[in-house]
C-alpha cells in the first residue's frame, strides 16, 4: 500500500513530503502578502491628502520599511520556494526533493523569523523604521533598539532560502528522470536552478552586512561609522551587491512560470527555448556588476559611475530578448484567455514597462533627478507587482487544479484579474508623474502638488488589496468545491506534471518515467 | 453564461471610472514630466530623459503592437490554427543588435551629460552644506577668513501639517533662511552630513548629492534666471526626512553681495550680545521659542517626550542636574539627540537651557548667560 500522509498537526510539522512543504510556504507566502499589504494600506491612507491625518512620522518610517521587508522576504521568495518544492520534482519525474529533511526545516524556520520581526512593532522605540534598504549609519548608530531582533530575523530568512536553493540545486542535478537532459528540462527549472545559484552566492553576503551591523551596535567596531574610521558608503556596496541580484531572485522564477503558461493557452511552443536559457544566464551573471546603479548619487568617480551605466543598460538587452520570445509565441498560435493566459499577458506587458523606467533610470545623468523619487517606486514596483506577483498568482491559477484536483471558477478569476489589473495601474501609474514632478520617496507628507497622483494611487491601492480578497475566496472555494479537473488540466498542456492524475498523488513518479 | 460574465467584466470598469471622480472634480494640477530647470546640466538631463522616453515609446508601440495584433487575430475563437515554429536565427539576432545600437545611441549622450556633471573645477563660489536631522546647515567659504554659516529649517507652522488650518502654497517647502546664490556664477557645493546621510536635491539645478558622514563630496551649478527654487532631502534620513526642505534664491551679484554683508553683520552683532547680561524674563522667553522651534519635534511641546525614543524634559536628570552636564548635553548632544553648538548661538543655548531648568514643573530657578556657555566651549 502506497504511503499516505500522517493526520493532524504532525502531519505539517514532520512532513518531509515536497508537496506538503510546498503547500505549506504558498499559504505562508499567501498570509505574509496579506500582512504587507495591510502595512502598504496604511502608507496609502496617510498619503491619501496631504498633512498628517492618521500616523505619525516615525510609525510611517516602519510601515514603509516592514512592508518591504515583509513583501520581500515573507511574500514574494517564500511563494517561488513554494512553487519550486511541488513543481521541481514533478517537472523532471522526481519522486521528491532532493533533501527532504532539510526541506522541512528551511520552512518551519521562516514562522519564527518573520514572528521575531512583526514582533519589534510592539517593542519600546518600535520597529525598524530605516527603509527595506536599512542604509547605515541610521540602521546602526541612530537606530531603534530593536533592529538587533531585526539582524537575527534576516539571519534566520537568509540561512532558510540557502537551504531551500541547496535543495533545489542537488534536485535538479540528481534527480533527473532519464532522458531528461539539462536541454530537455522545463524553463521554470531553468530559471530556478539559476536563482539558486544566485541565492547561495549572495544571501551570505546579505548575512554578511547584518553582522557587521551587529558589531558596530554591539561590540564596539566602526564598519560604517565614519567618526571610527569606517565608511557609511561601504554598506552601501555591500547591501547592494546582494541587493541587486536579489530583485533578480524575485524575477527569474517568474519568467519560468510565464515560459509555461504562454505556450500552454497559445498552443504553441515556446520559441527561441535555448535563447530563454542564455538570456537567463547572462541576466544572472551581469546581475553581479551593476550594483553601483543604485548608487549613482552617492559621488563615486567619474569612471565608476561610467561603468555601472554601461552595464546596467546592457542588462536590457538580455531582458528585452525574453520579452521578444514571449510575444513570438503567442504570434500565429490559436489563443485563448483563461486567468493564468490574462495574468501572463498583463505580465509581458507591464513588466516591459517598468523594463523601460529601469532602461531610464539607468542613465547615470538622468538617475540624478528620477534617484530616490515617486519614479523609482513606480519602477520597482511594475516590475515586482505584475511581475513577481502576477506570475506567481497566474501559477496558482495554472497548477491549482494539478495540486487539488478541482477547478476554479473562470468568471471569478477573470473578475479578480480585471480588479487586479485596474487597481495595480491606478495605484503605481501616477506614480511616475509624482516621481518626475519631483515627489521624494519615503515621506508621510507632501507639497499639494502631488496631491491628486497621490489620492488616485491610494484609490487603486485599496482596489487592488480588495481584489486580493477575492483572490482568497476563489482559491479557498476551488478546494472546497470546485468543479473536478481532468489529468491534463488545459487543452494545450505540456510536461511530465500533467501525466499524473488530479489531484496529484501524495506521492508521485515513485519509478521514473521515461522521457525521450 | 457570457451575458453574465460580461457584466462581470464591466463592473471592475465602473469601479475604475468612480475612483478617477473625486480626483477629477478637485483636479486642480496634474503635473506630469520632469523639469527643465535652470541650469544647462537639468536641460541636459532633461534632453536625455526625453530622448530615452521617445525610445521607449518607439520600442513600446512596436512590441505591444505586434501583441496587441496577434491576441486579436490568432484566438481560437476566430478558427486560429497554431503553427509550429519555435526558432528563427535571422530574427533573434536582429532584435539582439538592434537595441544594442540604440544604447550606443543613448550612451553617447549620456556619457557628455555626465563629464559635464563631474566637471567641478573653477568655481566661483564654494558652500559648504551639511546634513542634520532635520535641517541643512550653509557655510559660505571665505577667502578672508570670515566665512557666513547658518541653519535652515523648516518654517510650516505644525498647524498647517496637522490640518488645523488651511495649507500655503509652498507647504513643506519653505524654510527660515534660503541658501543665496548670485546668478551666473558657478557656484561649487561641498556636500557632507554630521549625523546621518541625507541628500540635497533641487531639481530646477539639476543637482542631486547625497550628503554623507566623514564625505565631502562636490557638486556645482550655475543658475541662469534669477529666482526661487525649491527641494527637498531624498534620503531617508530618519523621523523627520519629509520635514527638512532645501530653497535657493538666485539673485543678481548686487542682491547677492548685499545679503551676504547682512549675514556678516548679523554674525558681529550676535559676538557683542554675547558679552550682556541678560535677565530671567528674557531668557526664559527667547528660550521658549528656541525649544519650540528646536526640541520640541522630539522631546514634544509639553516636554513630555516619547517614552522609549525621546526622553521627557520634564522631570529629566539632565534638566535638574548639574549645569555644566545640561549645557554639555545642549552643545555637544549624544545618545541620539544631535548637537545643537554650531546651529544655535551662545545666547540661544543659554536662553534654552534656562528654559528647560525652570519649565515644565523643572524648578530649579537658576540662569544661564550666554558667557557661560561661551566659556564652557572654551574649556572644551
Ligand atoms: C531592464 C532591466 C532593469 C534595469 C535597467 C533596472 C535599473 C534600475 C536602476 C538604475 C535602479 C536604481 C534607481 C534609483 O534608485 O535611482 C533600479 C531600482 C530598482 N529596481 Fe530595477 N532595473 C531593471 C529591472 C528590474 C527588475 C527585473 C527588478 C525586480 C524584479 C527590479 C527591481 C528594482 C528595485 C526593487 C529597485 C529599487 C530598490 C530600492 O531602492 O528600494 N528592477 N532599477
Ligand atoms: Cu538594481
Redesign the interface.
Known sequence: MAHGPAHGLSRWLYTTNHKDIGSMYLWFSFAMFFLGGIFALIIRAELFE????IVE??FF?QMTTMHGLVMVFGAVMPAFVGLANWMVPMMIGAPDMALPRMNNLSFWILPFAFALLASTLFM???AP???WTF?A??ST??A??SVTFFIFAVHIMGASSIMGAINIIATILNMRAPGMTLMKMPLFVWTWLITAYLLIAVMPVLAGVVTMMLMDIHFGTSFFN??GG????LFQHIFWFFGHPEVYIMILPAFGVVSAIIPTF??????????MVYATASIAILSFMVWAHHMF???MP?IG??VF??AT??I??PT??K??NW???????????ETPMLFS?AF??LF??GG?SG??LA????D??Y???YFVVAHFHYVLVPGAIFSITAAVYYWLPKWCGRMYD??LG??HF??AF?GLN?TFFPMH??G???M??????????????N??SS??SF?FGAAQVLFLYIVIRAIVSGRKATDRVWEGSHGLEWTVPSPAPYHTFTTPPKVD | MLGKSKRLLVLPLYAFLVALLPAVSWATEWPLNMTEGVTSVSREIHGLHMQIFWWCVVIGVVVFGVMFYTMFVHRKSRGAKPAHFHENVTLELIWTIIPVIILVIMAVPATKTLVHIYDTDDADLDILITGYQWKWKYEYLDSQGENVSFFSLLTTPTSQITNAEPKSEHYLLEVDEPMYIPIGKKVRFLVTAADVIHSWWVPALGVKRDAIPGYIHEAWTKVEVPGVYRGQCTELCGKDHGFMPVVVHAVEQAEYDAWLEGKREKARAIAEAVKQTLTFQQLYEQGEAVYNKNCASCHLADGKGVAGVFPAIAGSKIATGPVADHINRVVKGGVGMPPFGEQLSPVDVAAVVTFQRNAFGNNMGDQIQPIDVVNFKQGQ
Do not use: C
Open positions: 496631504p498633512g498628517l491625518q512620522p516615525n518610517n519600546q522605540g518600535g523604521n530605516f527603509g542604509y549609519p541610521l548608530t541612530y531603534p533598539p565614519a567618526a569606517g565608511d557609511p558608503v497559445a498552443r504553441k511552443p515556446l520559441f527561441g527555448y535555448s535563447s548619487t552617492v559621488g567619474f559611475e561610467w551605466m554601461i543598460m546592457a536590457a538587452v528585452g530578448v520579452v521578444f510575444v513570438t509565441t503567442m504570434y500565429k498560435g490559436s489563443m485563448t484567455f499577458i509581458v506587458i516591459t514597462i523601460f532602461l531610464m542613465i547615470a545623468p538622468a540624478f533627478q534617484h530616490d523619487t473562470e468568471t477573470k473578475t480585471w480588479l485596474i491606478l508623474f509624482s518626475l514632478a519631483g521624494p520617496r519615503r515621506i508621510p507628507d507632501y507639497n499639494p502638488l502631488f496631491a491628486n497622483w489620492m488616485m484609490i487603486g482596489l
